[in-house]
């Protein structure tokens, strides 16, 4: 069949309509466009100038989707992932697109560097610490002494003392409130004893019998004295008051005692050995309670340290280019610098090197709990994906990161 070439004006923006007769010469038919531009075969037409709606079978699907960013959708189905398997305990498990971590467990995470995962947290971090809120099974059994709704402890009657269960081999801090006290009363004692020493801890005794060992630190709030192993050493410090907050630490080999937060005493004598932690009241004076214990041990800390994921199958078996990081995080302790303090890798192949991220804040989570977001980049392409974590600058008190979970996106 003959092609038809029928030639319109170049003027004008009416429609031009032509009926081609049956020939057998070849027609060209050139149309005007809106600015009345005259437009043949080799010519385009400005998408400015389209109107109407097109069909969708003429517009591929790839032509469109290339201009779709489903980042925003992605991460957001991560995150509620995320709080899916923090509410359910779960300990990971995989979506179509992605995988999500909570550390219910360490089934998934593998080469721990420095760092650990802390059970009682369900975190990861190079430095932490642990708290225990005392109760009757965190202290040695003795007659005498009343422990009452959740941590709150006092003593009935008779010269008596009592002893933390748990033993500190490294910096810890018993923290205590200090309840009806008065110069007049309170006949209290605490302290640390090492429990080395050759005398054994005294129940039946006020001072649980550390006035007897050689290496014991304790203050005793009625004559305002602190002594190391049963001999005073001042007597000049200002009486605790009601409801005074209390703290007996050790960082390192130093012995200090603070009342609401202000040192008030710190012992020249080192302890480098294994503490324990007691209370003692004189039976002649009236019960003295002694709320809200707890002591919290630092159990690591460490400047730096990584730990990675195992490596990830994709539910569709099929090699992935593309991968990027949801990241549930906290500032136990001061404040992490994404990128720095906290850096974030990840791979789809094992036999090639993990590819940093470029981590940038995204609000809060709930509970303190940050979010990270690191878009998804090109990697090398497999079906073994894994991410990695590592840190940086960390610092026991000052900066402390830990990390809740992590979606990873493909």
């Not at 995080?329 to 470029?358: C, E, F, M, S, W």
Request: aromatic share 8%; no cysteine.
């Amino acid at each position: 069949m003959a092609k038809v070439k029928i030639t319109g004006h170049a003027s004008g923006t009416g429609i031009l309509t032509v009926t081609a007769p049956n020939t057998s010469s070849d027609r060209t038919i050139t149309l005007p466009d809106s600015t009345g531009t005259i437009l043949d075969e080799n010519s385009s037409l400005p998408a400015a100038n389209l109107t109407g709606t097109i069909a969708d079978a003429r517009i591929s699907a790839g032509s469109v989707t290339q201009h779709v960013d489903l980042s925003p959708v992605k991460n957001d189905i991560s995150l509620l992932a995320l709080q899916t398997a923090i509410n359910g305990n779960l300990s990971a498990y995989g979506l179509k697109n992605s995988w999500i971590e909570q550390f219910e467990n360490s089934t998934y995470i593998e080469n721990l560097t420095n760092v650990s995962r802390v059970t009682s947290g369900e975190f990861l971090a190079s430095v932490y610490s642990t708290t225990t809120t005392s109760a009757s099974s965190e202290w040695s059994s003795t007659t005498d002494i009343n422990f009452g709704t959740g941590d709150d402890m006092s003593y009935s009657s008779g010269d008596k003392s009592t002893r933390t269960n748990d033993s500190f081999a490294g910096d810890v801090t018993v923290t205590f409130t200090i309840g009806s006290a008065s110069a007049s009363n309170n006949q209290n004692w605490f302290g640390f004893y090492d429990i080395a020493d050759s005398q054994a801890f005294g129940e039946s005794d006020q001072y649980g019998d550390t006035n007897d060992m050689t290496d014991s630190w304790t203050f005793r709030p009625v004559t305002t004295t602190v002594l190391y192993g049963g001999t005073s050493l001042d007597t000049g410090i200002a009486h605790p008051a009601a409801g005074s907050v209390i703290k007996f630490k050790r960082v390192g080999t130093t012995v200090s005692v603070l009342d609401d937060d202000v040192t008030i005493y710190t012992w020249g004598d080192a302890a480098s050995g294994t503490l324990r932690f007691f209370m003692g009241r004189g039976g002649a004076y009236s019960a003295i309670d002694n709320t809200d214990i707890s002591w919290t041990v630092v159990g690591a800390d460490n400047a730096t340290g990584s730990f990675n994921s195992t490596d990830v199958v994709p539910q569709d078996a099929t090699n992935k280019s593309s991968v990027g990081l949801v990241v549930l995080y906290k500032d136990q302790a001061g404040t992490n610098t994404l990128n720095t303090d906290i850096v974030a890798k990840v791979r789809a192949n094992t036999g090639q090197a993990y590819q940093t991220l470029v981590l940038a804040g995204a609000g809060t989570y709930s509970d303190s709990l940050k979010i990270a977001i690191a878009p998804a980049i090109a990697v090398t392409a497999g079906q073994a994906l894994s991410y990695e974590i590592s840190f940086a600058n960390q610092a026991s008190s000052s900066k402390e990161a830990r990390i809740y979970g992590v979606a990873m996106t493909y």
